[in-house]
T-cell receptor, first 111, second 114 residues
Framework: DGGITQSPKYLFRKEGQNVTLSCEQN?????MYWYRQDPGQGLRLIYY???????QKGDIAEGYSVSREKKESFPLTVTSAQKNPTAFYLC??????????FGSGTRLTVV | AQKITQTQPGMFVQEKEAVTLDCTYD???????LFWYKQPSSGEMIFLIY??????QNATEGRYSLNFQKARKSANLVISASQLGDSAMYFC???????????FGSGTKLNVKP
């Protein structure tokens, strides 16, 4: 079945560490997105990519980095520059005028 | 800039009753799409319903309907015959056709009481 796979489901980061969240889709969607969700809050856009080898900053890109070397993959790195990374991270993809398809999310906690 | 406003942080509804979740939006675009998503406690986002700005009829999907009032810029979600499994967060979203990205509201937490 087609869909989006995010891994890991839970991730723990020590202070000063970089961590990478994986997002893979087999839907052949061109556009992919990363959102951050804090408890009881809505989704805020971190980065998005409309085609391979191209991506744009969203509303809260500071402290994050991405790459889009393959159509299927859009990994998100949370760098040590992100001072408050504890949150729920959702990856999504989209084709044409349709809505998003979301992954099941990664819950990142700083320990 | 586009903005989505959901003014109800939390709502309660009795099982089997109908409930309306409010959403207003702000855009200067003529062509746009409005979406509702459900987020259970497990975290995944489930697409519920879509309304295009040029659609003359309100969208319906099973027990979900979207009360679209374009002049008032509102896109309220109506859930009929609420079920216990409807307890979740509900997000209203609008797409930005120019940049191919979505804007989300802050969500409404719905609790269905038995």
């Amino acid at each position: 079945d087609g869909g989006i796979t995010q891994s890991p489901k839970y991730l723990f980061r020590k202070e000063g560490q970089n961590v990478t969240l994986s997002c893979e889709q087999n839907l052949n969607h061109d556009a992919m997105y990363w959102y951050r969700q804090d408890p009881g809050q809505g989704l805020r856009l971190i980065y998005y990519s409309q085609i391979v080898n191209d991506f744009q900053k969203g509303d809260i890109a500071e402290g994050y980095s991405v790459s889009r070397e393959k159509k299927e993959s859009f990994p998100l790195t949370v760098t040590s520059a992100q001072k408050n990374p504890t949150a729920f991270y959702l990856c999504a993809s989209r084709v044409g005028g349709y809505g998003y398809t979301f992954g099941s999310g990664t819950r990142l906690t700083v320990v | 800039a586009q903005k989505i406003t959901q003014t109800q942080p939390g709502m309660f509804v009795q099982e089997k009753e109908a409930v309306t979740l409010d959403c207003t939006y702000d855009t200067s675009d003529q062509s746009y799409g409005l979406f509702w998503y459900k987020q259970p406690s497990s975290g995944e986002m489930i697409f519920l319903i879509y309304q295009g700005s040029y659609d003359e009829q309100n969208a319906t999907e099973g027990r979900y309907s979207l009360n679209f009032q374009k002049a008032r810029k509102s896109a309220n979600l109506v859930i009929s015959a609420s079920q216990l499994g409807d307890s979740a967060m509900y997000f209203c979203a609008m797409n930005d056709p120019l940049f191919n990205k979505f804007y989300f509201g802050s969500g409404t937490k719905l609790n269905v009481k038995p």
